[in-house]
């Protein structure tokens, strides 16, 4: 039994919860598959710890003079691997998790029963900070489920506390379904709350050297979850406004509060030091007085920039096109070539965030926009682009949901164009380019389309079942008169790496059959998993 949480035992937690998470990849992957195997929470969760764990590997012996306690340094190298290594929703949200633990014990002495409940109520704070639209019945809920557990123990016992917090996450993780209705349907829990839950029980473990309690079991995925609805900013506001904020975290509490009322698209973020940060501070706001008072009030701001987005000719006079980059996301070595012919910088699909990061910086560009092509990547895009403002680069995230969208957007880019304005153009683009997946199906479900077998076809417009059957041609042609039904003038057609030859001509000579007047460009995807991917403009 450990009285208190030392550098050794945030070492041995580490280690002990990318085990833990090992064992229960398939499991945690298996959550959010529903018939498409495309579920990789667990395998996410794998990574980002992974890099976790290298970065302590690699620093936790240097022990900055000042600062930090030898625990408090091991859980920031813990916490900044995690970010630099996030992959996914789930990825992201557990390094803000750790960051807010960190956060909270980094200076104190000794971290006993009610230190860890404070830093587990931290990285709860984090985390809901980290999410645009908190949802319950996710991992927020079990996390703060764990910290509010915790706080109620009322002992500075550190074994007891753990225990305590961990029973806690296990039971709100049994309650997820009643929460979101999503996973009721799909008759599963929440993946990334599984996911916290096996590593609140590896610090169990390294606690108390005994194994957590086993967990109640998993509902059998046997319904499809629904599909979540795509985060983007509003269009109610005209002007971006940005500055660095040199203030304390309890001010710029308050300057959240007054933007948030402001505006939209909001992001504050700060670099951690005490007890004056430097943050920085993005919105979107009508009054644009009204957000730079409120900064006024919060601290010293600097380097403030406002943009109208309406007003083009103004800021044309100089040449506003260079150092401008695009990175995009590709799963398919067609796919790759493709971006790679659009003069974009291509990186594989599932990156981290430090590879994104990385991808950024090296194109050389002092503005780069980011096309992530699938939701979860669009939480790890969005934290490259926090982390590359500290390094002078401003980066805007198309929310691409899909390849053909992303070649959508790529192809009205204009570098004539004010940066901003052609972000604008790009996410116009990407959002009018209707998309469609044929995959088929690894297990039995029932679907929004009727029920499904392992081995049919399926058919999804824009994460929606809308099609099953046993013939992937007559698939692929169905869901694309369906889409035309529509309206439509340009099919864009990429083969997966599994499809059939002459897959794309069977299509491409139905179009012309049924539909004279529509443009039909076809190209070899290579992607994984899904044989047709369509798009229509």
């Known amino acids: 039994m450990l009285d208190t949480l030392d550098a050794a035992a945030v ?14 990849q398939g499991e945690i992957d298996q959550l959010n598959v529903y018939p498409v195997p495309d579920g990789d929470t667990g395998t996410n969760l794998v ?6 764990q290298q970065a302590l590997a690699m620093d936790l012996d240097t022990l900055p003079d000042s600062g930090p306690t030898a625990h408090g340094h091991a859980l920031r190298l813990m916490a900044q691997g995690a970010l630099l290594g996030a992959r996914g929703n789930s990825g992201v ?17 000794t971290v006993r029963g009610r230190g860890l409940a404070a830093a587990l109520r931290s990285g709860a704070a984090a985390a809901y900070t980290a999410v645009a639209r908190p949802v319950e019945g996710t991992v927020l809920s079990v996390v703060a489920a764990a910290a509010d557990a915790a706080e109620r123990a009322g002992t500075d016992e550190l074994p007891v506390v753990a225990d305590v917090a961990a029973r806690a996450a296990a039971d709100a993780l049994a309650r997820t379904p009643e929460q979101l209705p999503a996973l009721a349907r799909a008759g599963v829990v929440d993946a990334g709350g ?16 005994e194994s957590a309690a086993a967990p109640a079991p998993v509902p059998r995925a046997v319904r499809p979850a629904a599909t979540v609805a795509r985060e983007t900013g509003s269009e109610e ?5 940005q500055f660095l904020l040199d203030a304390p975290a309890e001010a710029v509490t308050g300057l959240r509060r007054a933007l948030d009322a402001l505006g939209d698209s909001l992001v504050v973020v700060g670099d951690g030091r005490e007890p004056v940060a430097t943050w920085n501070v993005h919105v979107h706001v009508n009054d644009v007085g009204a957000a730079i008072e409120a900064a006024v009030v919060a601290g010293r701001p600097y380097r403030i920039s406002v943009t109208r987005f309406a007003d083009q000719a103004e800021h044309l006079a100089g040449p506003a096109t260079a150092g401008r980059a695009a990175v995009v996301v590709a799963t398919g070595s067609g796919i790759a070539e493709l971006f790679a012919a659009e003069g974009a910088t291509v990186v594989p699909a599932n990156p981290s965030t430090g590879e994104l990061l990385d991808a950024v910086r090296g194109t050389g560009a002092a503005r780069v926009v980011v096309l992530p092509n699938d939701a979860n990547t ?10 590359a403002h500290r390094h002078g680069i401003k980066v805007s995230v198309v929310p691409t949901r899909s390849p053909v969208q992303a070649l959508a957007a790529l192809a009205v880019r204009d570098e004539d164009r004010r940066f901003e304005d052609d972000v604008i153009a790009m996410a116009e683009a990407a959002g009018a380019c209707r998309y469609a997946e044929v995959c088929h199906a690894s297990r039995e479900a029932l679907t929004v389309a009727g029920p499904c077998r392992p081995g049919d076809v399926l ?13 992937l041609t007559d698939i692929c042609t169905g869901v694309v008169d369906r889409m035309l039904g529509g309206g439509g003038e340009l099919v864009t057609l990429l083969a997966g790496v599994d499809a059939p030859e002459g897959l794309t001509d069977a299509v491409r000579a139905h179009v012309a059959g049924r539909w004279p007047f529509v443009e039909v460009h076809a190209y070899p995807g290579g992607q994984p998993f899904y044989p047709l991917l369509v798009g229509i403009e």
Request: hydrophobic fraction near 50%; aromatic fraction near 6%; proline fraction near 1%.
């Open 11 to 24: 070492r041995r937690w580490c280690a002990g919860g990318l085990a833990a998470l090992k064992r229960h």
């Open 47 to 52: 990574l980002t710890l992974t890099s976790a």
């Open 93 to 109: 949200i557990l390094s803000q998790i750790l960051r807010g633990f960190a956060d909270e014990i980094a200076t104190a002495p």
């Open 194 to 209: 599984r996911g916290f839950c096996v590593l609140l029980d590896a610090l169990v473990e390294v606690l108390t050297g």
């Open 237 to 241: 506001y005209a002007y971006e406004v």
């Open 378 to 387: 669009e939480a790890v895009a969005s934290a490259a682009a926090r982390e």
């Open 459 to 471: 058919a999804l417009v824009e994460g929606e079942v809308h099609l099953v059957g046993t013939d």
